[in-house]
Every structure is written in C-alpha cells, then in structure tokens.
C-alpha cells in the first residue's frame, strides 16, 4: 500500500466541497488543512466539513505537505501556484493554469528549478467514462478517428454563482472557464493540437447577476473553430455563454469505421455509446473503468507517480498546451489567421483496465 501524501487547499470558494470530497475518497491523500485569504469563508467551509483551517502562510510552511490544491481564482492562480512551488512543495492548480502563456510558463520552469510536480485541473478526462472512451479509440473500435466535435453552449452563470463577476473579466469566459474541460479531453483521446482557426465576439456589454448587479462583460462570451489535431483529425469546438437552449452533443468522435458518443467532460455521466459502421442504433458500452472515480483524481495520481516515479497524467504540460490552444482562438479571429501551435505535449498515459475504485496503481 503506497503512503498516504499530505495535501492543503487553498481557496476556500465554490468549487472546494468538490474538491475536499473528492481527495477523502482517494486511500493516498490525507487532506490536513484549508486556507483561504477570506478568513470567514474558510472557517464556514472547515466548519461544515470538520477540517482544520489554517493562514495560508501555515500551509506554505508545514514541512509535512507534499501538495497543495490551487482552488483560487484565475487571475492570481499563477500568483498563488509560484508561491507554493518557492515554498518547495508540488502544487496542482484549478484550470486554467494561468491567465496569460507567459505566466504559466513561468509557473513550469520555476517547478523544473525546483525539483517539484505542477498538476491542473482538469482531471475529468481521468474518469471511467471517458477511459473507456480513450481505451476503445486506442483499440480500433470506430477505425482511425477522422474528426470530433465538442460543444459547451449555455447562458452563463451569473443566475447561479454566488460570485459570477469574474467569469466575465479576464481568465473567465466560456472559453478560459469551460474550455479546459473539453479541449483537454479531446487532447486526451487524440493528441497535441497542431493548429487554430476560429472567430470570437463579446455578444452583450453587460450581464446581470442573480441579486440584480450588472456586471461588465470584458471577454468573448462566444467561440468558434476549428483544430486540427497533429494526429489528423479536425475538431470543430463552440464554447458560449449566450446560448438559451440547443440540440448539440456535448463531445462526439468521428471514426472510419463508427462514431463514438463521448459524455460531457464537466459532468457526471457514467455512459459510453457508440454505433460502429452498418450498425442503425447507437449501443450502449459497458465501463471498461470504475464509475465511483471523482475529482480529486489528478491530484492523487500525482501523488502515486511521485511515489512511484512515474509522469502523472494531469499535469502541468498538458495545461500549458491547453492554455496556448485557447489563447489562440482569440488570436485567430483578432488577426484573422490560422494559428499554428508553438506548445505540444505526449498524450497522457491511458489508465489501466482493472484498477481498484479508490486506486490509480496496483
């Protein structure tokens, strides 16, 4: 049995009840502590959780944790990550990795200088669902993939969020906010992307929160394009925050011999489908991968490969070329040019068939 890893979180907001629960679930993490710059909202969620709160200088400070969960916002996630790996521990961040490719190249090298492990958000593509869907691609089950699609249309979150300015400031948007999750399974199950074509608008000046505040829109709230992927394929991609309501699938992979029905990679759906070539009716794909896997995955991945001294699979290059394949969307339609790739990475790692629900190693 590997040796539990010491992990503290820092951002305390509203994706952390996923977080604190996903990491109990997993054998190799011990999550110790939370922090949070907003003392009172750190001690409601440890209250609510029965975990220990702690300054964010404790955090940095206890010698005994191995990594620290960057659930802080996007504009200062470098920020925070670079203070964390300084303080000699292996940090995995919420996506994106940073607001800017200059930040999060900044972010890797001070990692590599430091002999310490950058991780990312997000780790969906790491659940049973989506392994299934990478093992039957690398089996041949629909032929050599020629195309996908990938769609993530809504209205935004400012009804919902308790805090929804910042998906509208830079680092948020549909893009920089919905964007990982799908890019980074399509890079998952087909590669590096080559190259961008696309157009973006900001469709309204301003959105209106749930208690009534107008908030300034200063990002692209719309996305379209095309990537091909170094592999061949072509993946159209639409991410909005102006869509009411649509017919679209979430992902979709195009083979030469069938197409398979990939489930949405920021939900919680424990299906595969598929319909293989002169075959009318989509059939349902029994699980290849445990369905009780939950976010907090990447995190205890790292933790078993820097036990084992192995790559993990969410890491840090991933989120880097995911971040250079976003940012190019914008610079496509400002410059009105494909954009060609500068980042690349090696797909990650396929986890294996067999793994117990609560391990990533045998």
Not at 129 to 139: G, Y
Not at 341 to 348: G, H
Request: charge should be negative; hydrophobic fraction near 40%.
């Amino acid at each position: 049995m590997a040796t539990k890893t010491k992990v503290g979180i820092i951002g305390t907001g509203n994706i952390s009840p996923a977080y604190i629960n996903g990491c109990r679930a997993w054998e190799i993490l011990d999550l110790v502590a939370v922090a949070d710059i907003d003392a009172e909202k750190a001690r409601s969620v440890g209250e609510k959780f029965e975990i220990e709160v702690r300054t964010i200088d404790e955090l940095l400070k206890d010698p005994e944790i191995g990594i620290i969960i960057n659930l802080t916002i996007p504009a200062v996630h470098a920020d925070v990550s670079l203070q964390v790996i300084d303080a000699g521990k292996s940090v995995h961040s919420e996506k994106p990795l940073a607001v800017t490719r200059e930040d999060g190249r900044r972010i890797l090298d001070a990692a590599q200088a430091k002999g310490v492990r950058v991780g990312c958000a997000p780790d969906t593509f790491l659940f049973g669902a989506h392994q299934t869907c990478r093992k039957l691609i690398d089996d041949g089950a629909i032929g050599e993939a020629v195309a996908a699609v990938a769609f993530m249309a809504s209205h935004g979150p400012e009804k919902w969020h308790p805090n929804p300015g910042f998906f509208y400031e830079t680092g948020g948007g549909p893009m920089f906010d919905m964007g990982p999750y799908y890019i980074t399974c399509l890079v998952a199950l087909l590669g590096p992307v080559r190259r961008v074509s696309a157009l973006t608008r900001a469709s309204f000046p301003e959105r209106i929160a749930g208690d009534g505040r107008r908030l300034p829109v200063s990002v692209p709230t719309h996305y379209a394009g095309s990537l091909e992927f170094v592999s061949g394929p072509i993946a159209s991609v639409i991410t909005s925050f102006d869509i009411w309501g649509h017919h679209l699938p979430m992902m979709e992979v195009y083979g030469s011999a069938g197409t398979l029905r990939v489930p949405d990679p920021n939900g919680w759906e424990f299906f595969v489908h598929m319909q293989p070539e002169g075959v009318a009716e989509w059939q349902d794909i029994p699980l290849t991968h445990s369905a009780d896997w939950r976010r907090g995955i990447g995190v205890a991945d790292m933790a078993y490969a820097i036990q084992s001294g192995r790559p993990h699979r969410a890491s840090g290059d991933l989120a880097y070329h995911v971040l250079d394949v976003m940012h190019a969307f914008e610079d496509s339609s400002n410059t009105g040019q494909t954009i060609a790739i500068e980042s690349t990475v090696e797909r990650p790692a396929a986890v294996p068939v067999g793994l117990e629900a609560r391990h990533l190693d045998p």
